[in-house]
């Protein structure tokens, strides 16, 4: 039985990306009708009154209407534009000490009630196993409020007509760049999630985010090879204004080898630069293994600080919770009480938080209705804090929780997720050019590629988009089939310069997988161009049959 | 609500099929009720249900293409549902690979329903979880785990004749037991549609006894290896590779099944001649639905790969129609022939060796030779002289599953494995491979 459904989108750069498509799919024109405030509080309160009365001690209702819309391009054609629209409830008790969770897309008083009682039935039954009861953060309701992603341009009511016609000028200027083959797609996301739970809080929120990826691939038909150059954009907590391409947000990579974005992207010109860097990837040379200082752009350092320090300090992990598929992590909490485990060298400040504005992480409240907020993760490069929910708040001695908790719909149970985990611009003025001159052997990486990690995070292998040698404190030739390994706590420990705040931008995820079953969370992580030295680079290149 | 039967969801295709004024319709009705329990630290730590159903509507206007779907089943809400696919269709732009839905296609039914499976309850859930916790407990071991149980069902039906009604049931466990101190992790996976497939207690002991063996791990240098993988070791290589057997990115060019010149590599020998793949819905072990989802082109047994050679390619509708060949249904299972040998057997007869009893976060570094970087996890030991000598550290690989089957000694007894990050149900046997390429350590238990 084929237990998940997948949009198979192949032909990006890391070679095909299966992308979980929950919900179902409706017209355009219904994505802006929002169910009433009223309506969702009523249900609500038919949740939690059903699950007190059958004997939960706490209850929470998450009401959630899921809507997206994806519009894929692949070459001068529109192969697909889909609406999908996902409505139901999900209701979390505890009872006898232990959890319970069902949900439903029966939104009738009825169908809300017997989850309720379902998911206290579950509870129950789940009790008898339970060693230590869940010991839940204080946490005091917040009454009826509201939050919503500031948005300029609404990304539902821009016409698909709009939006295709622009992925297809990307498209076509990616081929008249040199691509034999674009693809380019935007994925789309409305979350309206209404929170309710017995310790009083009603929070209606508004969510919106935007991704656009695009690959450009170029094939040599006479040797038989092939190479693609993904695109060099960001998932953001934004509406459509970030397609809005302004000069102002455009700025130049170090040694001008790529045009890098900011607040707005020019999905149109980053494609004919993707199809150019996609033809000159062909002939580029093949790395030489070996240990090189490595220049990292935002573009490219984002996924390493998500798959060595976010996911690693998510207390979940830890603890233990995520053993029986994402794995645990090395940094334990005896490294943690130490107040002296070296996680990077003095450089490094990583800080966690959910409140950057244009972040996919920003939201005002997380999913257990606790007020989101910042705080030190690494600081001075030594291990200060997690990431922690509310069941969790009390093993690292916080009195709060630290509003880590996630569910990607309603029909799943919320749990711990990353919030935005950045790396901190340096004190000292440097541009990316400056930090490029006092390198002697090393490579400089623009955008993400492969990415592999073990499952307590210690050992890891990226890839990147480009490539460019540096030699003598120049950037030279475009070099092909680079990855680098490394061990985190190695690789932070060798971060020897940062970039300033001018220069910090982010990245992030849109499709974040943990859990079982497995649940898709959004995450941004910013940083500065950042200098690791004397890292170990593999050729990746290999011959078949 | 949730599970609907095929009377009542042929009736339901109708009305919406009555309804069309379009150039044509498809319908599909879809429900299911997934249940689950999870637990770590020797504790259950979430438990769930979950349902849900739904009619979905497409509809074309000559190349245009509108699709809604809606939860509720009225003959007004259906009416309603089809009038929003025809509006959206309208606005919708010509899509020159449009292919016109199918004609009458021949589902032959496959066995993908157990009546015990789908009776399973929250209890059942638990007691799941128990054993394995219990067993754990007793042996100062901690149990982490996951059991999920789904039943579901799928119509299918257009304007052109075809219909099609199926019920499915699923179970799938994997319990990951460790040290207290965290020097030993031992791992266990199990998939069926019969729940009578299934036992719990044997799962358990699988993951004890591996996490107990693998305690004390000694590091050895990377480098080649001759290497036993067991099959939870490849799935997901096999599955990376066999998503790609696609013509239309290989006449493109773009497949590692292209060659130089712009020709494919189908027929030629890429693997070596001990190698069969093959997908088949009817399968007894790993049965899936005889049609594919989204073309609706009934499945038919395919041989991938033929004594070694690249025996088929999938062909989408519009690609088919292109070269002048029948379409193929997506597969939705992986069978690979294997030997009644056990892994012991592959074990005695190897002077020195490495078992891989897993491997997991595989990725994609090159599509143009297939390489893939992962990790070996949860269990991998020294094998000396036929027999198991000690647990080793675990290894970073980077490996073309093209290499790997080339470079086959000897294969095993098949298990059935569902897929974790590739969409297929598989059965696939242990491997006996050389000159494995680990590329650096991990400290990671």
């Known amino acids: 039985m084929e237990r998940r459904h997948f949009l198979n989108i192949s032909g990006l750069a890391v070679g095909s990306m299966l992308v979980p498509v929950f919900g179902r799919a409706i017209a355009a024109e219904e994505l802006l009708k929002p169910m009433a405030v009223g309506a969702k509080k009523a249900l609500a309160d038919t949740a939690l009154d059903a699950a007190t009365k059958a004997g939960a001690s706490y209850c929470d209702v998450r009401i959630g209407r899921y809507l997206t819309q994806y519009v894929v391009t692949r070459d001068l054609n529109v192969e697909d534009v889909t609406n999908t629209e996902s409505a139901g409830i999900g209701v979390r008790v505890l009872c006898n000490g232990a959890y319970g969770f069902a949900a439903t897309s029966d939104m009738t008083p009825d169908g809300v009630a017997g989850a309720a009682r379902q998911a206290v039935a579950i509870a129950k039954a789940n009790a008898r196993l339970q060693s230590e009861p869940v010991q839940l953060a204080p946490l005091k309701g917040v009454g009826e409020v509201s939050w919503a992603t500031p948005v300029q341009k609404d990304w539902r009511t821009v016409p698909i007509k709009d939006k295709a016609e622009l992925l297809i000028a990307a498209n076509k200027a990616g081929m008249d760049g040199g691509a034999s083959f674009m693809q380019s797609m935007l994925f789309q996301v409305n979350q309206q999630k209404y929170f309710a739970s017995t310790d009083g809080s009603y929070i209606d929120q508004d969510i919106q985010r935007l991704w656009a990826p695009l690959s450009a691939t170029a094939v040599d038909k006479a040797s038989g090879k092939f190479r693609s150059r993904g695109g060099l954009s960001t998932p953001v907590g934004m509406g459509y204004e970030y397609l809005d391409a302004r000069a102002a947000d455009k700025i130049r990579a170090a040694g001008g080898v790529a045009t890098l974005y900011t607040r707005s992207y020019d999905i149109v010109e980053d494609a004919r630069a993707a199809g150019r860097d996609a033809k000159r990837k062909l002939t580029a040379k093949s790395v030489t293994p070996g240990k090189y200082d490595l220049v990292l752009s935002p573009e490219h350092l984002w996924l390493t600080i998500h798959e060595s320090v976010g996911h690693p300090t998510e207390l979940d992990r830890v603890l233990g919770y995520e053993a029986n598929y994402a794995g645990t992590s090395f940094a334990t909490l005896d490294k943690w009480e130490s107040k002296n485990f070296k996680y990077g060298s003095a450089l490094v400040n990583i800080v966690a938080d959910k409140t950057t504005p244009g972040s996919l992480g920003a939201v005002g409240y997380d999913d257990e209705g606790v007020k989101c907020k910042r705080w030190d993760i690494i600081k001075d490069g030594v291990l200060v804090s997690y990431q922690a929910t509310r069941d969790q708040a009390h093993i690292i001695g916080e009195k709060e929780s630290q509003g880590c908790s996630y569910a990607d719909s309603w029909s799943n149970v919320q749990f711990q997720r990353m919030p935005n985990v950045s790396l901190q611009a340096g004190a000292r003025k440097l541009t990316p050019d400056e930090m490029v001159k006092d390198v002697k052997k090393g490579i400089y990486i623009v955008g993400d590629g492969s990415f592999s990690i073990d499952q307590q995070r210690y050992n890891f292998q990226f890839g990147g988009q480009l490539f460019y040698e540096i030699k003598d404190g120049k950037i030279g030739q475009m070099l092909e089939d680079v990855a680098y390994q490394s061990n985190t706590q190695d690789f932070w420990n060798a971060c020897t310069a940062l970039c300033d705040e001018r220069d910090w931008r982010m990245g992030g995820s849109f499709f974040d997988g943990k859990g079982q079953p497995p649940q898709i969370s959004i995450v941004s992580h910013g940083s500065p161009t950042a200098r690791f030295n004397g890292i170990n680079v593999i050729n990746t290149a290999r011959k078949i049959g | ?445």
């Open chain 2, 1 to 445: 609500m949730s599970i609907l039967n095929q009377e009542q969801t042929k009736r339901i295709c109708d009305r919406v099929l009555s309804y069309s004024k379009a150039d044509e319709c498809v319908v599909t009705v879809n429900g299911s009720r997934n249940g689950n329990i999870r637990f770590a630290r020797n504790a259950v730590s979430t438990a769930g249900l979950a349902e849900d159903t739904a009619v979905s509507v497409q509809v074309a206007f000559g190349k245009r293409q509108g699709t809604a779907s809606i939860n509720e089943f009225d003959d007004k809400s259906l009416e309603r549902v089809v009038r929003r696919a025809e509006d959206l269709a309208r606005l919708a732009p010509e899509n020159p690979e449009f292919m016109p839905t199918v004609g009458k296609q021949d589902y032959k039914r496959s066995a993908t329903f157990d009546a015990r499976t789908a009776a399973i309850d929250p209890e059942y859930r638990a007691q799941a979880a128990a054993y394995a916790i219990e067993a754990c407990r007793k042996n100062k071991l901690v149990a982490a785990g996951f059991f999920a149980d789904g039943t579901s069902f799928s119509s299918v039906a257009n304007s052109k004749g075809v219909f099609g009604h199926q019920d499915q049931t699923m179970l799938d466990f994997t319990c990951t037991v460790r040290t207290e101190d965290g020097r030993g992790s031992g791992w266990v996976k199990r998939s069926a549609t019969e729940a009578a497939r299934f036992d719990p207690r044997e799962a358990a002991d699988v993951a004890i006894e591996k996490a107990l063996r693998s305690v004390d791990a000694k590091a050895l240098e990377p480098g080649r290896y001759t290497v036993i993988l067991e099959p939870a070791a490849t799935s997901e290589l096999l599955g990376a590779m066999l998503s790609g057997f696609d013509a239309r990115r290989t006449d493109e060019g773009r497949s590692f099944l292209s060659k130089k010149g712009g020709a494919s590599r189908l027929g030629d020998k890429l693997f070596d001649e001990k190698v069969n793949i093959w997908a088949d819905p009817w399968n007894q072990d790993v049965p899936v639905l005889p049609w594919d989802d989204n073309s609706l082109v009934a499945r038919q047994r395919m041989e991938l790969i033929k004594d070694g050679k690249v025996n088929a390619l999938q062909y989408s509708r519009y690609w088919a129609q292109k070269k002048g060949v029948q379409p193929t249904a997506t597969p939705g299972n992986i069978v690979m022939a294997g030997t009644d040998k056990s892994t012991l057997e592959l074990i005695a007869s190897t002077k020195k060796g490495i078992l891989v009893t897993r491997t997991w976060y595989i990725r994609m570094v090159d599509p143009q030779s297939v390489l893939l970087t992962g990790l070996t996890r949860d269990g991998t030991f020294y094998i000396e002289n036929g027999k198991i000598k000690y647990p080793i550290k675990n290894f970073r690989f980077n490996e073309s599953p093209v290499t790997m089957l080339n470079n086959i000694e000897e294969i095993g007894k098949p298990v059935i494995i569902g897929g974790d990050e590739v969409p297929f149900q598989m059965s696939i046997p242990a491997m006996k491979v050389r000159d494995f390429n680990f590329t650096s350590l991990s400290d990671a238990v």
